[in-house]
């Protein structure tokens, strides 16, 4: 719609392309799902310890601690497992983020799936360009007004009280900046995975110059808008959380629907990020059109004159 603006449009996307998050959440829940067999042979032996029925019957943090520090190389494994489970997730999220941002630009409810994969496949290259564009900026800027910063911070708190003014100081600059740069520097990568999905832009340099131009002057409004769908994610991941630990299971049915209602929360968080990615599509449309040159009107005498209307043969 014109006149909309980035919140509504991404409420409204995260409600009319459910198909498009479901993709979002296969890609969490496919490599979760190839770790379930390892894993389960792994806690075999936790299921024939005395730690089982403590943790069954409630969350027993002595009985949690006791298993690790007894079972030193299973957890050792799980570990890894977990580590390469998120990187796995992490990757073919990168990859389909573009057919995801394709798909929401084209407005098509369906087929998502194929055309999800055959998008991302032909914007993989500049992505992974700007990819590393992204790492190298964040990199840069995070030691720059954060690591350096911090440093100075701690060097003025030594020999000094504990919980002083600079300590204080430097716990919240890392915090508050961190997270500044973090957010600042993550959504000019996305506004330039933006433009490349549009075609603005043929490689990843022209890609971040565009959202630069996007960014600059309106970085309150596109943090806004980031900061929302944050808080919205955390809120998702709240309720299901707490839901689950409410549920507390003691059987193996009540551990499926515990697994069940855990990935219902996943699909809702995957609603949320396609809800965040079409309020930042609309955000790059309303700043297109703010930065757009406007052609100012004709003054009256430059206006050509109409000419008459053909005679009417009686």
């Not at 075999?44 to 690790?68: H, I, K, V």
């Not at 941002?101 to 998502?112: A, C, E, F, Q």
């Not at 003025?156 to 500044?180: C, D, H, I, K, S």
């Not at 740069?181 to 330039?192: E, I, Q």
Request: aromatic share 12%; net charge positive; with cysteine.
């Amino acid at each position: 719609m014109k006149n909309e603006r980035p919140l509504a449009a991404g409420l409204r996307a995260a409600l009319a392309h459910r198909r498009l998050a479901l993709v979002l959440w296969l890609s969490v829940a496919v490599p979760a799902g190839l770790v379930c067999t390892p894993l389960g042979r792994l806690t075999r032996l936790f299921d024939e310890s005395p730690f089982r029925a403590p943790l069954l019957a409630g969350w027993d943090s002595w009985a949690m601690l006791s298993w690790q520090t007894l079972r030193p190389g299973e957890w050792g494994v799980l570990r890894a497992l977990f580590v390469a489970t998120f990187a796995a997730a992490l990757l073919i999220q990168f990859f389909l983020t573009g057919g995801v941002l394709r798909t929401l630009m084209t407005g098509i409810p369906r087929p998502v799936f194929r055309r999800v994969v055959a998008e991302s496949a032909a914007l993989f290259k500049p992505s992974l360009w700007a990819g590393a564009r992204y790492l190298f900026a964040l990199a840069l800027w995070a030691g720059l007004f954060v690591a350096v910063p911090a440093r100075l911070l701690h060097k003025l708190a030594e020999n000094r009280a504990p919980n002083g003014f600079f300590q204080t100081a430097q716990e919240l600059w890392v915090v508050v900046v961190g997270l500044l740069v973090y957010y600042l520097v993550s959504l000019k990568f996305d506004l330039a995975r933006i433009a490349l999905a549009r075609d603005e832009a043929r490689n990843a340099r022209g890609a971040y110059r565009l959202a630069k131009k996007r960014m600059k002057g309106a970085r309150g409004r596109v943090l806004a808008v980031a900061l929302f769908w944050t808080v919205a994610g955390l809120a998702v991941q709240a309720l299901f959380t707490n839901l689950g630990v409410r549920m507390n299971p003691q059987t193996g049915a009540g551990i499926f629907w515990l697994v069940v209602v855990r990935q219902l929360g996943f699909v809702v968080s995957a609603m949320a990020r396609v809800g965040f990615w079409a309020s930042l599509i609309r955000f790059d449309e309303i700043r297109r059109d703010e930065l757009a040159p406007r052609v100012p009107a004709p003054l009256p005498w430059e206006i050509p004159p109409a000419e008459p209307a053909p005679a009417v043969p009686a």
